[in-house]
């Protein structure tokens, strides 16, 4: 018997079966992930949030996988044609792919040529001819002639002579090749070793396709085809650029019907006894076999493996969006410092907005230092006007067109006026024109002109990333890879989850956060959020997390499981500062009486902390780990998971790509992590790339090991292609620029070419750097 859904995901998460039942149950009852991971350790004995995100997905696949199961097991009773042995394989099916496949000749369809066959009398022909091969074909078939005739099911042709009787016969038999589950499980195992996915240029589409140049005539081995390249071949076929298909690596081209039986055309003719003897029937039954394959097998697994690769595609590209979005959600905050948020623009002139320390707008206006106007005097006149009457001290410039112009502008204004103790930070603008058209946008900025507010927003993004970022769809964050051809539905559960893991991670101030950042903390909805909102415009500051059960909507349920990530600073209770839950209070109080100190002398003393012993404290509902977590939230109350901030300083005279020159080593700050490398910002408004092979002097099977999103690096320049916009480089520092036209073993240095040798070898990867970051440069372009 199958084991349980409990059981399955135990042995899949390393877990006890009651752990995974004590989490599902939890699930079931509408706590969330986050809540269930840092409240409710005892209950699923210490189940973490990446264990229970993976319970979470496996848990609702097996859930329709067990759904699918009853509506098949129910298709077939209902036939009439459902037997022991059946019952038990479909019952023991462990995946959609092998029920499916089960399921296959009981699956309704239209009325086939092989049922019309059955129907006219032919079956007894197609296993005569198929168990006895030494029988003639023609002989046999001339017995089973029959007229035309209107039968139960309508008109039926009949058996007009030998050659369509040996049709009909053939046509079962196809059928009953294609519908044999164990065969079908062999010949797809084959064919995802064996299968080769090639690609070609369709005639007269060169120009139009030149973004595919590197796919006009590829090909690769099925199992090792990266995600990237998968997804690239898929939107070129989308684009109608490409032919794809997938074929056995024994065929180099179409195969004819003479040659021999290829690998998988003699597993259906051994699964089924056929063999060339020389006997009359075996090369009727050798060429059914290819029709099997060719016509109907082949077609159905290379849709099914195709669809398949596809789907691990997506999967992976879907993995490396919610990794860089987490790294960019949880980048380093600049904290509460007044700050000026400047949007460049050329003709339409810098945007800019002043926002104080808690990020509440205080001035904008716009300014125009760039061509045409060139009005540079006159806007380093107000923004030090802007600066000294509201105290900044940071400045945060937008990424995007006339960027590098800007920053120079900020860079000018700060060496004029060395007394105000500025800094300037340059900042990913993506989605900032998103939030500034958004409906949330309107309401909390309404004052505002939409060019205003995409100043507000890269103002906010740089004193509070995960709080300016969580108003903006992460589709629009601008982390992803191929984010457009995957499943929307799969991309949005996924950032979604991520999101809603860095938000309570960190912790939310009540009394400031927006309604977009209240609605990704546990157990709050979008209405609920706005109507804690709306309680706190009219009422005023909350005091306590017990004030918020008054606010309408919020029930005992949502408050169980929102309290404990909301922050209440400076409020009438120190713990409401701090990640220990309301519920648990008690277990403070029995602390604070055992050594009969007050909370907010016992709050960051960490000599007396850790010499409590948890177990102590510990009780039935309350046990050592909650108790531990209590005592690491006293020492420090509300602690900011998040690194410490820094920024990177980019080389003054180096503006643009042409200013770049190989060997020189700069500073930058990594935007993006892909599968094959990392692009990393470095001021000349074209990121670039450090490929896998570069970013460490040891073996990189995954590049986020590495670096993540926000990520302050040192590089060196290896290429630079000015014409193509393109810029190679390394984060090995030791390694040298490549003479003009040379592969990196011609580089003279044997050290660095073994190395890159091994790398290659390892990695399964045989381009070199050089050519993998053009590459790599055009798939992200794509």
């Known amino acids: 018997m199958l084991p ?61 996988l067990e759904d699918r199961r009853a509506t098949i097991i129910g298709s077939i009773e209902e036939q009439g044609k459902m037997t022991p042995e059946l019952l038990q394989a479909i019952s023991l099916a462990e995946d959609k792919t092998l029920l499916e496949d089960l399921y296959l000749p009981y699956k309704p369809k239209r009325r086939t040529k092989a049922q019309i066959a059955v129907e006219a009398g032919l079956l007894p022909l197609a296993d005569s001819l198929l168990s006895q091969p030494e029988l003639v074909p023609e002989e046999e078939a001339a017995k089973y002639l029959k007229p035309a005739f209107t039968g139960a099911n309508g008109d039926n042709p009949g058996v007009a002579d030998a050659k369509a009787a040996l049709d ?11 519908e044999d589950a164990s065969l079908l499980a062999a010949l797809r195992e084959y064919m995802n070793e064996h299968g080769i996915v090639e690609s070609k240029v369709i005639e007269g589409k060169e120009d139009a396709g030149e973004k595919f140049t590197d796919y006009f005539d590829y090909s690769e081995t099925l199992h090792t085809i990266p995600s990237h390249r998968a997804l690239a071949l898929f939107r070129g076929r989308r684009e109608e650029i490409l032919n794809v298909s997938l074929r056995l690596d024994t065929e180099e081209e179409k195969p004819k019907w ?25 090369k009727w039954l050798a060429d059914t076999v290819r029709w099997a394959w060719r016509v109907k097998v082949f077609m159905h697994l290379e849709t099914e493996l195709m669809g398949k690769l596809r789907e691990e595609a997506e999967a992976e590209a879907i993995r490396v969006f919610a990794r860089n979005l987490k790294d960019l959600l949880l980048a380093a905050p600049a904290g509460p410092r007044a700050t000026l948020g400047l949007d460049p623009g050329l003709r339409t002139g810098v945007k800019v907005a ?41 400045i945060s410039i937008g990424n995007g067109t006339a960027s590098r112009e800007t920053d120079k502008l900020a860079q000018d204004l700060i060496k004029r006026h060395p007394e105000l103790g500025m800094t300037k930070i340059v900042v990913s603008e993506a989605g900032a024109s998103v939030y500034s058209a958004s409906e949330f946008a309107s309401k909390e900025l309404p004052e505002l002109d939409v060019s205003l507010r995409g100043a507000v927003s890269i103002a906010r993004r740089l004193q509070d990333p995960l709080a300016e970022l969580v108003k903006i769809d992460p589709k629009s964050i601008g982390v992803g890879q191929y984010q457009h051809d995957v499943s929307q539905t799969q991309l949005a559960r996924s950032l979604d989850a991520v999101v809603e893991d860095c938000v309570n991670a960190v912790g939310v101030d009540v009394n400031t956060a927006s309604a977009p950042l209240l609605a990704r903390v546990s157990g709050l909805t979008a209405s609920v959020a706005q109507s804690i909102v709306l309680y706190r415009d009219a009422k005023g500051m909350f005091q306590s997390r017990a004030d918020l059960r008054s606010v309408p909507r919020l029930g005992d349920k949502t408050f169980e499981q929102a309290a404990g990530f909301l922050r209440i600073m400076n409020g009438s209770n120190p713990l409401d500062a701090s990640g220990v839950h309301p519920e648990s209070y008690p277990v403070v109080e029995k602390i604070l009486a055992d050594i009969q100190k007050d909370v907010k002398n016992v709050i960051g003393d960490s000599s007396l902390l850790k010499k409590l012993n ?65 692009f990393v910002d470095i001021g000349v408004h074209q990121d670039g790339l450090v490929h896998i092979s570069a970013l460490s002097d040891t073996f990189v099977k995954d590049p986020h090991t590495v670096v993540k999103a926000g990520q302050v690096v040192k590089v060196k320049v290896l290429e630079v292609d000015v014409k193509r916009n393109r810029i190679a480089l390394t984060m090995r520092l030791t390694d040298s620029a490549p003479a003009a036209g040379s592969r990196p073993e011609q580089r003279g240095d044997r050290q660095d070419a073994k ?15 050089s050519n993998a970051m053009a590459a790599a440069f055009a798939k992200l372009k794509r």
């Open 755 to 769: 190395r890159l040798q091994q790398h290659r070898a390892q990695s399964g990867r045989t381009e070199s750097p």
């Open 614 to 678: 948890p177990a102590k404290y510990a009780d039935e509902r309350f046990g050592v780990p909650t108790v531990t977590d209590i005592l690491k939230e006293l020492d420090k109350p509300g602690r900011d998971p998040r690194p410490e901030f820094t920024t990177a300083t980019f080389k003054e005279d180096v503006e643009e790509v042409k200013d770049l020159r190989p060997d020189m080593i700069l500073e930058g700050v990594v935007t993006n992590v892909a599968a094959f490398g990392a």
């Open 354 to 394: 002043v926002v104080d320390a808690t990020g509440k707008v205080v001035d904008t206006t716009a300014i125009y230092p760039h061509a045409p106007r060139n009005d540079w005097e006159g806007s380093l006149h107000v923004l030090a006007q802007l600066a000294r009457k509201h105290q900044v001290s940071l």
């Open 258 to 282: 003479d040659a021999p039986l290829n690998p998988c055309e003699g597993r259906i003719a051994s699964h089924f006894g056929i063999s060339q003897k020389g006997r009359p029937a075996d």
């Open 4 to 64: 349980s859904i409990e059981q399955r995901l135990a042995v899949e998460l390393a877990a006890r079966p009651n752990q995974v039942a004590a989490a599902i149950g939890l699930l079931d009852e509408g706590a969330t992930v986050p809540f269930i991971a840092r409240y409710r350790k005892e209950v699923t004995g210490g189940l973490d949030d990446t264990q229970l995100r993976t319970l979470e997905e496996r848990l609702r696949y097996l859930r329709e």
């Open 168 to 178: 009909g016969a053939r046509q079962i038999l196809m059928e009953k090749f294609a």
